[in-house]
């Protein structure tokens, strides 16, 4: 079993290994590029890794699978309030079933009837809407969600919705939706 001195971490070790191997495949294709080097060592000193706060690697994993439960936990939550208030089975897939923006437009319509005019719905002919349908499907929900009351910091892009990568952002603004009061809702109706 190997010791490791008292000065250098595991991680150092490593650190320092994978700069050897490098050192060596750099001489073997010609003149090495030693600065290079230097510089990738000095990011795996111990001096550097505490600057950026990365000393404790067990810290950071922590962190992400905690941050990875929360945004699940986040994104389940954004399934159950679809499907409670609209009555629907989502698949399992929920960013493919909010891409085209259809069950997004329903749901305003179901907080507000009217407010969202028209919706891209696809056919049995062409059950895949076109990317500027659906554009055009996702637009109307946000600008539904404004005229209802939904703070500008709460309501997602259409980037988070068309590219199904910002699911917890569109959980945000369902929930700041659905968070609305109703007197509001319904003097918007009437006005």
């Known amino acids: 079993m190997t010791t490791l001195p008292a000065d250098q971490t595991l991680f150092e070790i490593l650190a320092l290994h994978y700069i050897v191997v490098l050192k ?22 111990r001096s550097s890794r505490q600057e950026y706060g990365a000393a404790d690697p ?8 905690e941050h990875l439960r929360e945004e699940r936990e986040q994104i389940r939550q954004l399934r159950n309030n679809l499907e409670s208030r609209l009555k629907v089975i989502l698949p399992d897939d929920i960013g493919a079933a909010l891409m085209d923006g259809v069950v ?13 005019a028209s919706i891209h719905v696809p056919s049995p002919a062409v059950p895949k809407l076109s990317m500027a349908k659906c554009r055009r499907n996702v637009e109307n929900f946000l600008d539904a969600c404004k005229k209802l009351g939904v ?32 007197t509001k809702a319904s003097q918007l109706s009437t006005a």
């Open 151 to 182: 703070s500008q910091e709460r309501l997602c892009l259409p980037h988070h919705i068309l590219e199904e990568r910002g699911l917890v952002k569109v959980g945000v603004t369902v929930q700041a939706l659905l968070e609305l009061p109703t």
């Open 58 to 65: 067990g810290f950071t994993m922590r962190r992400k699978m």
């Open 24 to 45: 060596r495949d750099l001489f073997a294709f010609g003149k090495p590029k030693r600065k290079w080097i230097h510089v990738t060592w000095q990011a795996f000193s």
């Open 104 to 116: 997004l437009c329903h749901l305003a319509n179901h907080i507000r009837p009217r407010s969202v």
